[in-house]
């Protein structure tokens, strides 16, 4: 893809793969978060102009109606920052965004402007009136890789309940690595000096140590960091997404966002987290044998509780809760692969207080 120049362009199929996890993660979360918090924000980084050439949504008008369409109205107040440095899409976003319904417990705001400036004025008017920022979540999907410095994603995620989904440009990033005119865009955006080590590498070790070097730093920000790759269909690493927040049930919520995604697309995703050379891959439904062995690895021969198993599923394998107690620990159970200690009301159920002994 070209340099875009126009105020709307071609949506492409990585594009709508994107929105798909973009809106499913936003239908699923912002109830939860509207469940305890009075107010909500969403942030959109990179805006964009919120249309496409053929008319589909573009990510500020799918975040609208992720609020606007769910099926149980919205408590919270939520309140959206889109924010946009070209003047031409910024003006046809505030046209795009009159001509949809907004419901009234919903305000937004747009802003002409770079994404680093008018977030660290927006978080420094905040610490100046002594306010918590209320539960955040920001979406930064830049064209490229020089918008972006760590130190700005810093700011954003040392605020409780602020987390974000980020699109790394990573075949821009791996192009230009060896340039040392851009060394130190390349310091601002990640924070670090390890990804110089993927210079001269092959590509496979390049893709894991520049991977490596900016997942290292989300975690130095976040309690749970989580990737996923994107491909095209000639096979070429195009974008990784990374996601980024504090809480264990935000990251189950975008696990089940990217396995839910319709797999049919002219685009292949996988998780890259743990091995981003290995991904496993969202094909048609999940390998099993695979999340077997991962538990296997980690717990053969030791008890551990129900509740600390889920934990282990969702912060430390690709796959989710809705994996794994139908399809690995029932017929474990029925071939007298595990044990199960403790009380429970049905046979082959798992609430958090049993104790899972894995033979
Ligand atoms: C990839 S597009 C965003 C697409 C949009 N998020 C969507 O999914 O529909 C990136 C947008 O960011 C805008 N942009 C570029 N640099 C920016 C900056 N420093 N701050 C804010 N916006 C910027 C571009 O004009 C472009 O509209």
Redesign the pocket.
């Known amino acids: 893809m070209g340099k875009i120049t126009t105020t709307i362009w071609d949506i492409e199929p990585h ?1 709508e793969a ?2 798909a996890i973009l809106r499913k993660y936003l239908d699923a979360w912002i109830p939860i978060l509207s469940s305890w918090a009075k107010n909500v924000n969403i942030i ?7 249309e496409y050439n053929g008319k589909e949504d ?2 500020p008008v799918i975040a609208i109606k992720s609020v606007a369409e769910q099926r149980i109205p919205i408590a919270s107040k939520i309140f959206f920052l889109f ?4 003047k031409d ?1 910024y003006d046809f976003l505030q046209n795009k965004l009159k001509t949809i319904s907004i419901p009234k417990n919903v305000s937004y705001a747009c802003i002409c ?4 400036d008018v977030i660290e004025n927006e978080l420094n008017k905040l610490n100046e009136k002594n306010k918590s920022i209320a539960p955040t979540f920001v ?1 930064i ?3 490229g890789f020089k ?1 972006t410095p760590f130190e700005v994603i810093n700011k954003i995620m040392k605020n409780d309940f602020c987390e974000i989904l980020i699109t790394f440009m990573y075949e821009e990033i791996n192009r230009f690595i060896d340039d040392t005119r851009l060394e130190q865009t390349y310091i601002k955006l990640f924070g670090n000096e390890k990804w110089k080590d993927a210079r001269g590498k092959s590509p496979e070790e390049r893709f894991k140590i520049i991977h490596d070097s900016y997942l290292g730093q989300l975690s130095t920000v976040a309690n749970f960091v989580h990737s996923f790759k994107m491909k095209n269909k000639s096979n070429k690493d195009d974008y990784l997404l990374f996601f980024a927040t504090k809480s264990l049930l935000g990251l189950e919520r975008m696990k089940e966002a990217m396995w839910r995604v319709d797999k049919k697309g002219n685009f292949e995703f996988s998780d890259a987290t743990y091995n981003p050379n290995q991904t496993v891959l969202f094909e048609l439904g999940p390998n099993f044998s695979e999340l077997k062995k991962m538990i296997l690895k980690e717990y053969k021969g030791k008890r551990v509780t129900a509740k600390k198993l889920e934990h282990f599923v969702i912060a430390k394998t690709p796959f989710t809760t809705f994996h794994y107690k139908t399809s690995i620990l029932k017929p474990m159970e029925e071939k007298r692969e595990i044990q199960v200690l403790g009380h429970r009301k049905r046979k082959f159920s798992y609430p958090d207080g049993v104790t899972i002994e894995f033979l």
Request: proline letters at 8%; glycine letters at 20%; zero cysteines.
């Open positions: 594009t994107k929105h959109d980084g990179f805006s964009g102009p919120g573009g990510s924010i946009e440095k070209d899409r402007g770079e994404f680093s979406f999907d830049p064209f918008d």
